[in-house]
């Protein structure tokens, strides 16, 4: 047994944001390719997840599932093998459902069929989805079955659940088993949706933790409107380079896990120093996964819900800080250390450093107050010096 499966945010790659129904085994080798010399597997992006429409529109007369043989012509197994022999770990998606989102076969009544059959190919990761459900039976019930099934099938298998939020998934999914769990719709490549997933989450700290993480969705950063889907384009062509900076720095922050939704392949130097910063990533991966809480400006004369500071808490004392600028105007964001528990009688002070332009600002008493653009961020780590 692994002991330490899950435990921090997973960090990987999943098929869906830009190729949806458009996977092969070519395109999944050349992602894992591009992890190990793209230095994605060196930063601790470790799963390579295969989502919706890998397998054939029926089970096999034994009633296994089967993937789609002009798609994976080699077959799962020996594509698991390719994943292992670079160091990564394979990922697949199944449904709790009759079927998938796309009509394919869900796992509905197959669950411990499928868990043995994913523990055979050499699968470490299951996305979970949640259409077509049977509308009188519990949602809640068929995440616990799943979750037995992967326990006891022979493999460390880690458990994504994507139920959207729904069904008051907050309360139930942590001790249902799961890893990690999907707490919104599906994004899209653009502002709006980024910006809605995050406001929809900034009181949710208490539901994300060690082992079982609030999952908001793929990132689309690097995308600039490469989908091969119209929905999650959203007619646009994606995202200002801040725009995915900010994105980035929340889903850290929030302690999300970290599924990276673009073309690797081609992913441009904006876009890997983006995916690539270590100093987000040991945010997003510190050991005791705290989530972050909100400290709302003052004066709150502007529209305080899109601008505001998160801090979160890491294991060796630092904190971490985001001044977030959700809005459409430039504006100062005044942080008092006060509201983090820091008095200025106590002599203390903060030497700050600044995770994006990755060098230290100096020590500072009382107050930090950057000037942030519209839709950017300033994300630094604090130390306490007495
Ligand atoms: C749902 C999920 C998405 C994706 C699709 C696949 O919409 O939320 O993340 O897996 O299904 O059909």
């Known amino acids: 047994m692994n002991k330490t499966l899950g435990m921090t945010p997973p960090m990987g790659w999943n098929s869906w944001n830009t190729f949806t129904w458009d996977i092969n085994e070519e395109l999944i080798r050349q992602i ?8 994605y597997k060196d930063a601790g992006y470790e799963y390579i997840v295969i989502d919706d429409c890998w397998s054939l529109r029926e089970r096999d007369a034994n009633g296994n599932l089967v993937a789609d043989p002009s798609k994976f012509p080699s077959g799962m197994k020996a594509l698991a093998d390719y994943i292992h022999s670079k160091g990564l770990k394979f990922g697949i998606y199944s449904c709790a459902g009759t079927h998938t989102c796309a009509g394919y076969p869900g796992s509905f009544e197959h669950e411990f069929q499928d868990a043995k059959l994913f523990a055979e190919w050499g699968v470490d990761y299951l996305k979970y989805d949640y259409c077509f459900k049977p509308r009188n039976v519990s949602g809640e019930l068929l995440y616990k079955r799943m979750n037995l099934a992967l326990r006891n099938c022979g493999r460390d298998i880690l458990f994504s659940a994507c139920n959207w939020g729904a069904d008051n998934v907050y309360h139930w999914i942590r001790e249902s088993g799961a890893h990690m ?31 079982c993480h609030n999952d908001m969705d793929m990132l689309v950063v690097g995308m600039y409107g490469g989908s091969n889907s119209g929905f999650i384009s959203a007619g646009r062509r994606g995202c200002t380079d801040s725009e995915y900076k900010t994105h980035f720095s929340l889903w850290c922050m929030m302690g999300s896990p970290l599924m990276i939704g673009c073309d690797i392949r081609t ?3 904006v876009t890997k120093d983006i995916l690539l910063n270590q100093d987000l990533i040991a945010i997003n991966q510190d050991v005791e996964c705290r989530g972050a809480y909100r400290i709302k400006p003052e004066p709150q004369w502007f529209h305080s819900d899109e601008v505001f500071m998160l801090v979160k808490v890491l294991s060796n004392g630092d904190l971490a800080i985001g ?5 459409d105007h430039q504006r100062e964001i005044p942080l008092l250390f006060w509201d983090m528990g820091l008095p200025y009688a106590s002599g203390a002070a903060l030497s700050l450093y600044d995770c994006w332009a990755h060098k230290e600002l100096g020590v500072f008493k009382e107050r930090f107050s950057p000037v942030v653009p519209a839709h950017d961020c300033v994300v630094v780590r604090a130390r306490l010096v007495v």
């Open 181 to 211: 769990y999907r707490s919104t719709g599906d994004i899209q490549d653009s502002w709006e949706s980024i910006k809605n997933i995050a406001l929809s989450q900034l009181d949710k700290g208490p539901f994300t933790g060690t082992f």
């Open 323 to 327: 001044f977030f600028n959700l809005s």
């Open 32 to 39: 894992a390719d591009t992890f190990v010399t793209d230095g």
């Open 267 to 269: 992913a441009n130097q």
